[in-house]
């Protein structure tokens, strides 16, 4: 008996080989022809007769608004990357934007990160789909300096000198402080200093948004807590120590708190965050959600994320629309919809164009707030990144 | 099926036959080289440069730096324990669904049900837990409102024991899996021939069914190990890589938004993993064959 059922099974075995062989033949027929027929079709160059826009450093070497706004419509779309909808209100943005020129934003890997854009940029040259602006962590503007186009938006005197490239090879759009968020539904109430995070209330409740030495936020948190606890923007050992304290006390919570789900569900007592990434609406937390942000007492740590435009953009005059576009007046009070600071803040409050409503919103920044230098950036995070993993 | 059970004439046309078995296998050759192959390549390749130069650098740093090495000790711990537990654990369930009835409702519950728990894991799995273990989980709050017991203060989803557990939920079913065709293999005979010899029970397994399975116990074990170490969305989801594996030191460098430079190390963590992994699969092959040798 066992021997029929044996050879039965060794032809019916023979039988599938040879379906297989078939079905495999046609999936790599299929693999062939998808590869014939989805090769990237050259990029078109969208640059008219006269002006080559992928060289144009300002809108009125190009021609004028009237010559971008043109050009950039006949490209007719604009490749972001990276730029969640309720990231800085990068949603409204992109909203306004459409609307008002009808070009269309395709934005890739809205989690990404900084290094995916600065890949994304190198491995898709050539290609139509490849990333037209980039709005990336300064440390990476600065090292990538050579990937991008050189351009300066009509308001760039309104640019602090600090927070550019003098050539225009980037600039600062926006940036935050270092902010605890509380939710009062776990927490009875929200520390509003560093020691404060120890006390015997916060049990399991103090959690980070990402990893320190990878995520900008939590790398900031870690910072923030060195200079905070006797460290400076050269050393960010304390940091270190304060957040194994953090451990040791049992007050860490080791939940990533990316999303308003995980929030939710009660794992996130009390997030480190950039203050814009921390309030109930970019968490996207609904409005009755008890969730209160604090910039705490001491000295605050900002940073500033920067934008730059792709040598090697597809649509070199869309990319140059984009940024007047976000550096514009409009563009800045969306930032600051979206509880960033925008790098044109001071020039918007003495114009009296700020938006002041979103303005009175913002939390309070109780003492004087620094500012590290990518280099300084670089090594914190190159000594937290190492020391948070060991 | 019937008329197949006729003998079948010998075919014995092999020579002429294996120019064509092998232009059937060209596809998937293709397939192998463009989507294992080049990726092969580009993370040894990767590895092996700094600023345009062939270089040993890079693991000279993953392989000295306790950043590196403390995550490469956290993953084999953690993959060591997860895939001991649930292949003996998975082993005890197998054998208790073997020597039921072979059409029994249990035996092809517990298949059917492995077939579809071994593939649940990563986020979706994770959320699972959070809803039933974690602060606000069900299960939690269960035992908070009913027993008064505060579950929450004793066990904490996103440590290393709360992971561990969770990959237990998709190990268990893959060893089952493995192991319930060479439970199947372990023939009946034996048993009766080894009693009518004298053994009792106990000798039988000792001295027949533990031998002729060791094999097949060993190699489905190799497998869930290499299934832990390379358990990455699971490990994401529930504690975001704050406790760091080597899979999660990898996500670190390769998607990096502070540091510029750090894509090569993760390449060169890349190159390791591929290497512990391989190393995995050789002895793998090599205790198939034994295991091949009894239950075919």
Redesign the interface.
Known sequence: MSN?DC??HT??GRRTIRL???V??A???A?AFGALGGSPSSAATGHSASVNWATVTSVKAGGGMAALVAAAKKEGKLNTITLPDNWANYGTQIKEFKAKYGITVNDAIPE?????E??AIQSGRGSSTAPDVVDV?E??AV??ANLFAPYKVATWSDIPAGNKAANGDWYNDYGGYVSFGCDLAVVPSCPTTWAGLEGSAYK?AVALN??P????AA?GAVFAAAINNGGSLTNAQPGLTFFSTLKSDGNFN?????SSS?IE???CPIIINWDFLNVAGAWGLPSTAKWKVVVPTGTPLGEFYAQAISKTAPDPAAARLWEEFLYSTTGQNNFLKGFARPVEQAALVKNGTIDKAAYKALPLVPGKPVLPTPAQ??AA??LI?????? | ?SA??SP?APRRRGARRIPL?W??????L??ML?FLGAPLYVVVHGALTANGHFTLSNFSAILT???????LKNSVILSLWTSLGPAILGLALAAAVVAGPRDGVLRRVVSSASGVFAYFAGAPLAFVW??SL???GVITVFFKTTLGYDLAKHF?I??QLGVGICYFYFQIPLMVIFMTPALEGLKPEWEEAARNLGATRRSYIRHVAAPVLAPSFIAAWLILFGSAFSAFATM?AL??????VVP??I??E??????????PFGLALGTEMIAVVGIVMIFYWWVQRRAGRWLR
């Open positions: 029929i050879r039965a032809r019916f297989y062989t078939v495999m033949a999936v790599g027929a693999v990404g990160s900084s290094a995916q600065i890949q962590g440390s990476f090292a990538d399991n990402g990893v030495g990878q995520a900008g790398t080791s939940t990533d708190c990316d995980v569900a009660g794992q950036t670089t995070a190159t990144a190492a020391g948070w993993s060991s | 099926m197949a059970t079948a078995t232009l059937g296998m060209l596809p998937f293709l397939y463009v730096q306790a950043q590196y090495l403390i995550p959070f809803a974690g602060t606000l904490d996103s440590s994401l504690d975001g890589c704050t406790q760091v999660c030191k996500y670190f390769m998607s990096n938004n502070v540091l510029t430079n750090s894509i």
